[in-house]
């Protein structure tokens, strides 16, 4: 019977085999496993004998899900979401930026952790619903707390309409009677279909009577509250 195989000292890749283990047993095999030291980031981990010496195995767990996220960014760059990363580190941090004076210099930030490491943002982007080939002006990213910055706690995925509500929390109005009214309030005051009076704002109608008319302006049809 020829000696067993002593795997000590050796190196599989990034790593570097420490010493021999409990054994795997099973009714009819032995599993020889070893506890290795991962040279890339000095984790210990227990690796079976075969994954070793078959090149199976060739670096900590830890290690392989990294460079498997890496791989999956790596080529990215002219995705949708590569580009959405790009475009809020740009408004957020970058003063030269068109964007930066609405968001970054009133103080919205981009977090850390997203700002340093794009697989971050895309591993959050996927589980939190984004889809690189949905339609344009969809599934776009929304703070939650419009006054708040991008992080994973404020931000979602989320359709243009959403998106501009949302926003709309900002405009504000004064009513022909004097009352100061945010746009969505005095849609509801005047009980108008609110994407309608916040398309006509949009569109750049900036005097109260032409907001609020119960008629459309374009077609001149009477608007339902219901529709
Ligand atoms: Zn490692």
Redesign the pocket.
């Known amino acids: 019977m020829p000696k067993p195989k002593d795997l000590t000292g050796k190196t599989f890749g990034?790593l570097l085999v420490i010493e021999e283990v409990e054994p795997r047993c099973t009714e009819k095999h032995k599993y020889r496993r070893w506890k290795c030291k991962?040279l890339?980031?000095?984790?210990h981990?227990i690796i079976y004998g075969n994954n070793l010496s078959s090149g199976h195995t060739t670096?900590?767990k830890?290690?392989s899900e990294k460079q498997n996220l890496d791989r999956t960014t790596h080529g990215m760059r002219h995705t949708r979401l590569y580009k959405t990363w790009v475009s809020i580190k740009a408004r957020c941090l970058y003063p030269s930026a068109v964007s930066y004076e609405r968001y970054g210099a009133l103080g919205i930030t981009v977090c850390d952790e997203w700002a340093n490491d794009f697989s971050a943002f895309a591993k959050w982007a996927l589980a939190n619903g984004f889809i690189e080939d949905a339609k344009p002006h969809t599934c776009t990213i929304d703070r939650i707390d419009p006054s708040k910055g991008y992080s994973p706690d404020n931000c979602r995925f989320t359709n243009s309409y959403v998106q501009s509500n949302n926003r709309s929390c900002n405009i504000v109005i004064v009513d022909t009677d004097g009352e100061t009214l945010t746009l969505k309030q005095a849609a509801q005051k005047h009980d108008l279909d609110y994407p309608t009076v916040y398309s006509r704002w949009y569109r750049g109608t900036r005097d109260v009577r032409a907001l609020l008319s119960q008629y459309n302006t374009r077609t001149g049809e009477r608007i339902s509250p219901f529709r």
């Open positions: 990034n991962c890339k980031c000095n984790n981990v670096q900590c830890r290690c």
